[in-house]
């Protein structure tokens, strides 16, 4: 396989959604992302059918532990050995372990426990992955297309959620768990010989030997390089206020709005849909104009506006205005979190960008999810509203800091070099 070395070598003149690496890239992310919804799916409806609702629970929360525990540790590898080699490797553990499970439910029912041991494998596969998977677009085009790239995996994650749960449904209707397993797993198997064939930039410290230093020591200098650093400190600190205000009121709140409302499941998804074709809308704004000017400034401006409608979404009584409200939120918070992550690919020196990215995801892929519980205590106690006002004022707060920092305030896009 041939490498560049990133460092010496102009970044690719051509726009990436023109890009043939990016496109490889573009194409094993939507396959695996794909994967991923219909194998939460397919875990779903086998422990429902295995076990009890509260032990459904259990088998679905499970892989949220070891991604809280390991997520740090997953960027020191993916620095370490390279993010292409680990997404390689996450991709094809995910799909032998998928696929074992679907020949297993051919010939039997498993035990529940058999199920949480999955979802645990796949967290600590997630771990290892996630931080790699984010650090792969600044190894594959230049810093002028990073943005635009964020906005073209925007849009693949909304596509995976509209497409993946259909999928996993038609799955399980055909031929129950086993099948849609088996369509998890074909997916991530889609993903593998693209991810090969993507072409990866080689850093200088690449070329030469490791050296004896251990994955804390690695660990530690990456903590220090963050705390360090004028616009990645502040940007960590408003990710994870803006990830905590937002992800209980989405997950958990929302379900718990629409039952007080009376607007049932199907007002839950017509909720969800105005925000995802907000965030969707946000996407493809970047995705077009491939960078927006005072990024810093768009940024914490947008997370501190869209939290006023979160806490708005807790005071409307009729529907439809809700999912007004989810399409102005998703376009707003889905721009916050396409320019933090451009910010993080941007500003991050490439010999760090998985622990950059590892820290940036752990709050909202590890910690987050823990507090699912909490929330729902707190709205059974004080109701809904209040929550959704507490959790906005964390938003608002995350806005509000980010403005007062001078660095994160000042941060821009680099422009694309102009074609020769």
Not at 114 to 119: E, I, K, Q, S
Not at 173 to 191: C, E, I, K, M
Not at 283 to 304: K, Q, S, Y
Not at 313 to 337: C, D, S
């Amino acid at each position: 396989m041939t490498t560049t070395d990133i460092r010496e070598t102009p970044a690719p003149e051509k726009p990436a959604h023109r890009d043939g690496n990016v496109l490889r890239w573009l194409g094993a992310y939507s396959a695996s992302a794909i994967g991923d919804n219909v194998f939460y799916i397919a875990l779903s409806w086998a422990a429902i059918q295995s076990g009890s609702p509260a032990q459904a629970g259990v088998v679905m929360a499970v892989s949220a532990v070891p991604r809280a525990l390991l997520m740090l540790g997953g960027g020191v590898v993916a620095d370490r050995f390279g993010p292409r080699r680990v997404v390689i490797g996450g991709d094809a553990v995910r799909c032998v372990a998928v696929f074992a499970v679907a020949g297993l439910l051919l010939g039997a029912s498993p035990g529940v426990w058999l199920l949480a041991a999955l979802g645990f494998v796949f967290g600590v596969v997630d771990a290892l992955f996630m931080p790699a998977v984010g650090a792969l677009p600044a190894r594959i085009t230049g810093r002028g297309q990073l943005a635009r790239v964020q906005g073209m995996r925007g849009l693949v994650i909304r596509l995976a959620n509209v497409v993946g749960a259909p999928l996993g449904g038609l799955g399980i209707a055909l031929g129950g768990s086993a099948t849609a397993f088996a369509v998890a797993g074909l997916l991530f198997a889609v993903s593998l010989p693209l991810l090969v064939g993507v072409r990866v930039g080689k850093l200088p410290a690449e070329a030469g030997p490791q050296g004896a230093r251990t994955a804390w020591s690695e660990l530690g200098d990456g903590l220090r390089y963050i705390r360090r650093h004028r616009i990645l400190a502040p940007l960590m600190v408003v990710v994870a206020l803006a990830d905590l205000g937002f992800v209980g009121p989405l997950n958990i709140g929302l379900t718990l709005l629409a039952d007080e409302r009376g607007w049932g499941a199907s007002g839950v998804g017509l909720v969800l849909a105005g925000f995802g074709a907000g965030a969707g809308g946000s996407a493809l704004l970047l995705t077009v104009r491939g960078r927006l000017p005072r990024a810093g400034v768009v940024l914490c401006a947008t997370c501190a506006v869209g939290a006023v409608g979160i806490a708005a979404m807790a005071y409307v009584p009729r529907l439809p205005v809700a999912a007004g409200v989810a399409l102005l939120v998703g376009l707003l918070v889905g721009l916050t979190g396409a320019l933090s992550a451009a910010l993080m690919q941007t500003e991050a020196d490439p010999a760090y960008i998985g622990r950059v990215t590892a820290v940036g995801g752990l709050v909202s892929l590890g910690v987050a999810p823990l507090t699912y519980p909490l929330t729902g205590w707190a709205a059974g106690i004080w109701g809904t509203a209040p929550v959704f006002t507490a959790s906005a004022a964390t938003c608002a707060l995350a806005g509000v800091y980010g403005l007062c920092s001078r660095g994160l305030r000042a941060a821009e896009l680099p422009t694309a070099p102009p074609r020769p």
